[in-house]
């Protein structure tokens, strides 16, 4: 219905009143390009605004008591095949193979890398 619609088409401007992409070219944060889809070019200031993020974050996670870890982005597929990933996720994970035949796997969550 009517009613509907123009409910619809107000809510898709509010949404584009909040948008990242815009709000961060505007802002002159970040941009993004089609050679890595998804992926965020940061600049100065977006850079800058985000390593604080981060900063806030660590520090009320030290303070709760948490500690931080580290894992390799690109592990042996066997470690992946065992947690049952593979199988689950294979299709969409980057597999690679060595020239010694070892097959290696960019890690499509953080378990069970540590």
Same mark, same amino acid.
């Given at each position: %219905?009517?009613?509907?619609?123009?409910?619809? +088409?107000? /809510?898709?401007?509010?949404?584009? @009143? /909040? %948008?990242?992409?815009?709000?961060? @070219?505007?802002? %002159?944060? $970040?941009? +993004?390009?089609?050679?890595?889809?998804?992926?965020? $070019?940061?600049?100065? @200031? !977006?850079?800058?605004?985000?390593?604080?993020?981060?900063?806030?974050? /660590?520090?009320?996670?030290?303070?709760? !008591?948490?500690?931080?870890?580290?894992?390799?982005? +690109?592990? %042996?597929?066997? +470690?992946?095949?065992?947690? !049952?990933?593979?199988?689950? $996720?294979?299709?969409?994970?980057?597999?690679?193979?060595?020239?010694?035949? /070892?097959?290696?796997?960019? @890690?499509?969550?953080?378990?069970? !890398?540590?």
């Amino acid at each position: %219905d009517k009613q509907q619609l123009a409910d619809y +088409l107000h /809510r898709l401007e509010e949404a584009e @009143k /909040r %948008d990242h992409r815009r709000i961060g @070219k505007e802002l %002159d944060l $970040f941009h +993004l390009q089609e050679e890595a889809p998804g992926a965020v $070019f940061w600049h100065p @200031k !977006g850079w800058s605004i985000f390593q604080s993020l981060i900063e806030y974050m /660590r520090e009320r996670q030290s303070e709760a !008591g948490y500690q931080e870890v580290n894992s390799p982005e +690109l592990m %042996d597929a066997s +470690l992946w095949r065992q947690s !049952g990933h593979l199988e689950k $996720f294979g299709e969409n994970m980057f597999l690679t193979q060595t020239p010694d035949e /070892r097959l290696y796997a960019i @890690k499509p969550m953080n378990c069970p !890398g540590h």
